[in-house]
């Protein structure tokens, strides 16, 4: 009222109704106003909806209001349903089912698999097929497949968390595809092996078709005029019964979750296209097998040749086990001995780098692989496990097909490659994948270094190793070259003992940083003047040791590795800690130690800095006591070398067998004994008291014990040890 | 705009009949993305709607202008009253800074 006193007074207005007209829509304009202010919520407004319904008036006009939008937004929304995907729609409602499907085949769409063209497929078979079938049993059938789709929601919700799990992303999670397919297929095989083709079977049995005799007759009696005992049909099957069942499931009902029940003795024993007699019938029945695929073609097929070439490789596999896995040991050599004749994921991994499978394709991880986890110690199991599987998969494959692929397996795992005329040389896998980019004159000098290799068997020796390092450089190979080539055919063990004789030892630090650019986040750690030696450098790890600061650095070539340096980082200083607490309660001695640990992280980059221990490990000590009568091994001479050195020094100059230095390094117990006679009881309660409090070190050999000049005890290497608890 | 949101919106919007409103909820899922982007298209413009609405009921006798006129002075009074319930808060929060400094002195 306040704004109508400013312009005329209230007795005018009262007095005058056309002025109280005028003043009235003035003030109506301002309360739009008001509402129309960008202040004003939906909220708010719905409020004065609210409010002004009480007015019966105002109330009928919203409803007309609501009345006119309602029907507005249903045309939009069925003239989109038409427009955009009828065929599904049509295909949902023919299911039954709606809401929970549209959100399946979004999931799986994501991954590149349809769902649309395996509904159709069912549908057309239905339509097509068991057009004689009751309605009410159409239904479900329907009901059946439908529960059973539904549960691939769940499938993928599982799938991710693995994804997960493993990789931390799900960038890559459409490789899943083909393992997603699998398992739908798993969940579908009722319906696939069993009930669709007991159905047409029955179509068929019951109204024309004659089952032949060799089906029907219980006994084998081709030869019943010489025979006494007249053997049993190994393909008898009782159809009668079989019908009878089939009657008895279509009139069973379903069970709570809408799927026929699996406890019901007629949904177990009708037609089962996985046993060989049943197929044999079925197919002389004219029978057609229900095959689905979620995959597009582009994938069926890589699918199809990865499986074929997995198997072929598994062949080989076997067939290689059966000379010894020896020989398998040496040509797969730069792989883990384990990982390649027990595990199926490394298997593919292998045909995926020779390019015989796609490099996205995934597989279940097998219960066969599972089982082989445990069982790697006895090769034969191997193939006892993995033959029925193989056995399966032959039967399907075309024989021709098969045998060019195991011949093309062999071609790239194990190879004969005639060189010249007159010279045929065998080359490893790892080789192989280099010589496609070799020129001749490189290829002729492998093969020297080749022939050598040859020679030396599966029982080489450093000796060998180093002559053949000497080969390639004389035919003009660079050093760093040498070594991604030695990296190959040796494993890392020798890669260390190698690098101490020539190749690795005294790098400086410029060359380094050219070979590993990832290096120089670490340049401000090298001072210029340090005197940084290089202990060892592996395809993931350098070891150098810095003189003047009296640490030993391990630094990771690539961050990848980052987790696992934590990890030992971590375990590290808990065992340090727990030491330290140990000895302030008097239960381990002060002679006991672990080296002090820490990681530095400076930007991006993580290292472990550990105090450097002076000087030998326990195994040196051992060596040097048992071979103190050998002419020439002195402490004045061999008191400046490495354990490596040491080590090498026995097994060349003084040709001490490689057995027998090795298995000193097992003697612990012994060793310390002869160290330490009055110390022992009190090294075994310190390594008692660490395993009470839950920590064990696991890998506790003399070589991982280091001896100081004042003869103090470091435990050092905590890379595999463990938290018990 | 997410599909929590949008439900939520659909539950509280006034200008649907209750019986769509109702269809729609249990039924979103089921919904094509065009047929979603249509819906959430209509609900962005939600305000506009209703006041296009009340703005052609303004000269008819069903609409009451003095109940549009104690509502808009109910709302404003609401939120003077909010906002100084606001700054009370602020300042006991500034004294409480302001006598815990003179502590430390």
């Known amino acids: 009222m306040e704004h109508l006193k400013a312009h005329e007074s209230a007795d005018f207005i009262q007095q005058n109704p056309e002025a109280k007209k005028e003043a009235i829509s003035k003030e109506t304009d301002r309360l739009f106003g008001v509402l129309e202010s960008p202040d004003m919520e939906v909220d708010d407004l719905n409020s004065l909806l609210d409010r002004l319904s009480s007015n019966p008036l105002f109330r009928d006009e919203l409803e007309a209001f609501q009345d006119y939008n309602s029907t507005a937004l249903e045309n939009v929304l069925i003239a989109n349903m038409e427009a955009e995907e009828c065929v599904e729609w049509d295909l949902l409602d023919y299911f039954w089912v709606r809401a929970e499907f549209t959100e399946i085949s979004r999931e799986l769409e994501a991954v590149w698999l349809d769902l649309w063209e395996l509904l159709s497929d069912y549908r057309g078979f239905i339509e097509t097929k068991l057009t004689w079938l009751d309605e009410v049993f159409v239904e479900k059938v329907k009901s059946s497949i439908t529960t059973r789709l539904k549960e691939v929601s769940s499938i993928i919700e599982d799938l991710k968390n693995i994804e997960i799990q493993r990789f931390w992303s799900l960038e890559n999670f459409n490789e899943n595809r083909w393992i997603i397919n699998e398992k739908v297929w798993e969940h579908l095989s009722f319906i696939n092996n069993e009930l669709l083709p007991s159905l047409q079977a029955y179509s068929k049995i019951k109204w024309w078709a004659n089952v032949p005799e060799k089906f029907t007759s219980r006994f084998d009696t081709t030869n019943w005029m010489t025979n006494w005992n007249i053997p049993q049909n190994p393909n008898y099957i009782n159809v009668e019964y079989k019908i009878w069942e089939i009657e008895e499931l279509m009139t069973a009902h379903l069970d709570s979750e809408w799927n026929f029940d699996e406890w019901l003795f007629s949904t177990q024993s009708i037609f089962n296209t996985e046993k060989e007699s049943h197929r044999e019938l079925l197919s002389e029945l004219g029978v057609q ?17 990865a499986t074929l070439y997995f198997m072929a490789m598994i062949w080989v596999q076997i067939w290689v086990e059966t000379l010894g896995w020896v020989v398998w040991n040496i040509v797969w050599g730069w792989i883990d001995v384990y990982d390649s004749f027990s595990s199926e994921e490394e298997l593919l991994n292998i045909a995926k780098n020779l390019g015989l499978a796609d490099k996205e394709f995934r597989m279940d991880k097998t219960w066969v692989d599972n089982v082989l986890a445990g069982v790697w110690l006895i090769p034969w199991a191997t193939q006892a496990i993995k033959w029925p599987r193989l056995a399966s998969f032959m039967e399907k494959v075309d024989a021709k097909t098969f045998e060019n692929a195991v011949s093309k397996v062999k071609e790239q795992v194990w190879l004969w490659k005639t060189f010249s005329e007159d010279e045929q040389v065998r080359l490893s896998l790892a080789e192989n994948l280099l010589w496609r980019e070799l020129d001749r004159s490189e290829k002729s000098v492998i093969i020297e270094a080749h022939n050598l290799w040859e020679k030396v068997e599966w029982e080489y020796s450093y000796s060998d190793i180093k002559e053949k390092y000497m080969v390639l450089k004389e035919s003009g190979f660079d050093e760093w070259e040498i070594r991604t080539l030695m990296e190959k055919w040796i494993t890392w063990k020798e890669t260390k003992e190698l690098g101490n004789i020539d190749i690795i030892w005294g790098i400086e630090a410029e060359k380094l940083y050219d070979r590993h650019p990832s290096l120089e986040n670490y340049q401000d750690i090298f001072l210029p003047n340090d005197k940084v030696r290089v202990l060892w450098e592996w395809t993931k790890w350098f070891v150098l040791s810095n003189e003047r600061l009296n640490f030993v650095w391990k630094i990771p070539i690539s961050s990848e590795v980052f987790p696992i340096l934590l990890g030992e980082i971590e375990k590290h200083q808990k065992f340090y800690d727990m030491v330290m607490l140990l000895k302030g309660m008097w239960k381990i001695p002060e002679w006991v130690k672990v080296p002090s640990v820490k990681d530095e992280i400076k930007s991006d980059n993580l290292l472990l800095a550990m105090e450097k221990v002076n000087w030998n490990s326990l195994t040196t000590y051992r060596y040097k006591e048992f071979y103190k009568d050998l002419p020439w091994f002195k402490e004045e001479i061999i008191g400046w070398l490495t354990d490596y050195e040491i080590k090498l ?11 027998e230095l090795d298995s000193m390094v097992m003697e612990v117990g012994a060793s310390l004994q002869k160290f330490f006679p009055d110390k022992l009881e009190w090294y075994n309660t310190a390594i008692k008291f660490l395993k009470e409090r839950w920590l064990e070190h696991k890998d506790l050999h003399s070589w991982n014990i280091m001896i100081d000049t004042e003869w103090n005890l470091y435990l050092i290497d905590f890379d595999t040890s463990n938290f018990s608890k | 705009m997410n599909h929590k949101i949008v439900l939520e919106i659909l539950k509280n919007t006034k200008i649907f009949k209750e019986e769509t409103k109702n269809r729609l909820i249990s039924h979103f899922d089921s919904l094509n993305q065009t047929q979603k982007d249509s819906l959430i298209q209509i609900l962005k413009v939600e305000k506009k709607l209703i006041l296009n609405f009340l703005k052609s009921l303004k000269d008819k006798e069903s ?16 939120k003077i009253y909010k906002l100084e319930i606001e700054e009370n808060k602020n300042l006991m929060l500034e004294l409480e800074k302001l006598i815990k400094s003179l502590d430390y002195i």
């Open chain 1, 289 to 305: 097998e229900f095959e689905i695929s979620l995959l597009n073609e582009k994938d069926k097929q890589i699918q199809d040749e």
């Open chain 1, 649 to 659: 020094l026995l097994e060349h100059k003084y040709n001490v067998n490689k057995w």
């Open chain 2, 63 to 78: 609409m009451n202008f003095v109940d549009i006129k104690s509502w808009v002075e109910n709302l404003r009074l609401n």
